[in-house]
Nanobody, 127 residues
Framework: QEQLVESGGGLVQAGGSLRLSCAAPGRTFKIYTVGWFRQAPGKEREFVSAITWSGSRIMYADSVNSRFTISRVKANDTVFLQMNSLKPEDTAVYYC????????????????????WGQGTQVTVSS
């Protein structure tokens, strides 16, 4: 069964850090790109970051650039999102998603190109 599993969310004070993980246990599908998105209450889902499965390309939203770092560990098929200098406006449910490789890299910021999604993990940043 195609499945992505996020973990690592929680409650942190402003200025703190969290590391989110996205795993695909027992996956049977090919992955080309993994993206991170977030959705705050009453707002649309927004792009955060993306990485190709090879790790050769990385993309960040302007709002998180220089604070967040995306990476992939090939040994266990896991993508990480290291989030530093967190702000209250980073509060949201964070989702990871996988694209099977039939989309352009330039479209990686759009939710519509992703084929599989995780269940989400809550990140709350207190002021």
């Amino acid at each position: 069964q195609e499945q992505l599993v996020e973990s690592g969310g929680g409650l942190v004070q402003a200025g703190g850090s969290l590391r989110l993980s996205c795993a695909a246990p027992g996956r049977t599908f090919k992955i080309y790109t993994v993206g991170w998105f977030r959705q705050a209450p009453g707002k649309e889902r927004e792009f955060v970051s993306a990485i190709t499965w090879s790790g050769s390309r990385i993309m960040y939203a302007d709002s998180v650039n220089s604070r967040f770092t995306i990476s992939r560990v090939k040994a266990n098929d896991t993508v990480f999102l290291q989030m530093n200098s967190l702000k209250p406006e980073d509060t949201a449910v964070y989702y990871c998603a996988a694209d099977r490789g039939d989309s352009l890299w330039s479209d990686a910021k759009f939710p519509r190109v992703y084929d599989f999604w995780g269940q989400g993990t809550q990140v709350t940043v207190s002021s």
